[in-house]
């Protein structure tokens, strides 16, 4: 059983005027997932006080979700205070809890990250967490977050930070190595059982799960109802509906938002689900976010083109989904839907700061660092402990008026273990590489992706590494730009 860590940091209380705490949201001006975390904060009673600071450097894109959340607030009568400002350090003063959502260098940027790969031969569908896509999207993000831990150790000190950026992992390691309390988050572990359990007709909030592992490979490790385990009838289910091969048919298109509850298989999660079958049918267990997502995270499914319509016969490429965006046209709708009915998504960032302010205790699955010692050198494990002290693990944390605790998961599976492995050693490396300015760990991480590794010599790994530096030098911390 999973309990509160030995390493659990001291109470922290959030201490602020009367009427609220103040919330900073640094990347406030982007699509779609700021404004939708706006509505969860003051979907909480206890929030609706609270002044929200919003921080982004395009001040037209700001404008619309300002704008927006003065009308939301405004319609249901709330006294929240909505601030924006384009600085930074105006953002960070006293504020309580910090919220990241940004990718630095946008859809142009995002670009290379999947175009340059995919001229090499390396396919990625979405290129936002491991890969050459993951490690850049990351490496161009490290002087932003650079300059925001400079000015929050002298303005916010002992603010709790809340990482939405991707790469999850590797932002949230860096975040916590540069000496800010962060948890990072994602919606795939309330995806996935969601998920899971609409397959077996179950419902929701009659199942009980078990979940750990790292960020977008996480593992659903037990699955039940009361007293029956539902793993026999999910294998015989998920086996019988995703095959290799055979394509699902009617269903529900995906825009990329996935903070709502899905009501139906999508193209994205649930309707053609082979790959995230075949590995539970290998290593025992379910893994959490989407079959696109998890096909880039192993050697096995997107050698060929051919193999990629095997497993994923419906294509979902993240890239193209964002270049296609309608961005106001978005913001309009949430604002009507959240004005017509204002509840929180399935995100974990007000649950944090609702249960931090109220004392009222959560439990949450967040991205905390496996170890106080980081990466110190030949750190081990304390959260799980057979994964290295310097991973980012995604695990049950418990949060009240003491902030978010991690609870200790003990050993993985061995066979789960080895498969996340495969994966920390790209996201130790890339982080390495930010934190010691060594442009051959660049390197390194890149030509440790599993999936590169499977497609590409370690000299085309080398020539593609070379053309995404210079691609995003302008965005690269200095001692990696040569």
Request: net charge negative; glycine share 8%.
């Amino acid at each position: 059983m999973s309990h509160i860590t030995a390493e659990a940091p001291a109470p922290v209380s959030i201490e602020h005027a009367p009427a609220g705490p103040r919330i900073a949201i640094i990347g406030a001006g982007g699509f779609v997932f700021p404004f939708r975390l706006i509505g969860d904060l003051v979907s909480f009673p206890a929030l609706r006080g609270a002044t929200l600071a919003l921080m982004d450097i395009d001040p037209q894109r700001l404008d619309r979700v300002a704008g927006a959340a003065r009308r939301l607030v405004e319609h249901h009568g709330f006294p929240t205070v909505v601030e924006q400002t384009t600085d930074r350090r105006e953002a960070l003063r006293g504020a309580d809890v910090v919220i990241i959502t940004f990718q630095v260098g946008g859809i142009e940027s995002y670009r290379h990250d999947v175009e340059i790969p995919r001229r090499h031969g390396i396919d990625q569908a979405v290129g936002d967490t491991l890969g050459p896509g993951g490690v850049f999207r990351f490496l161009r993000s490290v002087t932003a977050y650079d300059a925001i831990a400079e000015d929050a150790l002298e303005l916010c000190p002992d603010a709790q930070f809340i990482n939405y950026a991707n790469p999850m992992a590797m932002a949230t390691a860096y975040l916590n190595a540069e000496g800010l309390r962060t948890v990072g988050l994602c919606h795939s572990v309330q995806g996935t059982t969601r998920m899971l359990a609409r397959t077996l007709g179950v419902p929701y909030e009659d199942v009980t799960f078990t979940s750990a592992g790292i960020n977008h490979q996480a593992w659903i490790l037990s699955f039940r109802r009361g007293e029956e385990d539902l793993y026999p009838r999910l294998r015989e289910v998920m086996g019988a509906r995703h095959r290799r091969g055979r394509a699902a048919a009617s269903l529900t298109a995906d825009d990329g938002d996935h903070s709502g509850e899905a009501d139906a298989a999508s193209d994205y999660e649930g309707g053609n689900e082979q790959v995230r079958t075949a590995i539970m049918q290998t290593f025992g267990h379910f893994q959490t976010e989407s079959s696109h997502h998890a096909s880039e995270y192993l050697p096995y499914f997107r050698k060929t083109p051919e193999l990629v319509e095997e497993y994923i016969p419906s294509r979902w490429d993240y890239y193209e989904i964002c270049a296609a965006h309608d961005e106001s046209g978005d913001l309009s709708d949430q604002l009507a839907e959240l004005q017509a009915e204002l509840k929180p998504s399935v995100e974990y960032g007000a649950i944090i700061v609702n249960a931090m302010v109220t004392g009222r205790p959560a439990v949450v699955h967040g991205n905390v660092p496996n170890s106080d010692a980081g990466f110190a050198p030949g750190s081990q494990g304390s959260v799980i402990t057979n994964l290295p002290g310097s991973a980012c693990v995604e695990v049950a944390c418990l949060v009240d008026g003491a902030g978010v605790r991690p609870t200790r998961f003990g050993d993985l599976p061995p066979q789960l273990a080895a498969v996340n492995r495969t994966n920390v050693n790209v996201q130790e490396l890339a982080v390495r590489a930010a934190l010691e300015g060594s442009r051959e760990h660049v390197h390194h991480a890149v030509a440790l992706d599993p999936l590169t590794a499977a497609l590409l010599t370690v000299e085309e790994i080398r020539e593609m590494t070379e053309e995404l530096l210079t691609a995003h030098a302008a965005l690269l911390p200095d001692a990696l730009r040569s």
